[in-house]
């Protein structure tokens, strides 16, 4: 059975794909063989507390899906 391990990683809103798999292969050493992202908008929250209204803005942020090569694997603990 071929298994491909496959990570999430949050990455800077402007990196690219030719970017993000150098990257990846430069720190931790291994074959990306695909690299999809996903950009998810800013939220607003209401909270309603004693003081009052409170407003807050979840900033947007953009996650890439690594896939690395079989037999390949991204160790962050060992990345101190």
Do not use: C
Not at 39 to 50: D, I, L
Not at 57 to 80: C, E
């Amino acid at each position: 059975m071929n298994q491909k391990s496959v990570y999430g990683l949050i990455v800077d809103n402007k990196a690219n794909k030719p970017e993000i798999k150098k990257a990846v292969e430069r720190l931790y050493n291994v074959t990306v063989e695909q690299v999809n992202t996903i950009r998810y908008p800013s939220k607003h929250k209401t909270r309603y507390t004693k003081k009052g209204l409170r407003q807050s803005n979840q900033p947007a942020y953009k996650k890439a899906l690594i896939t690395v090569k079989t037999g390949d694997a991204i160790d962050f603990y060992s990345q101190a």
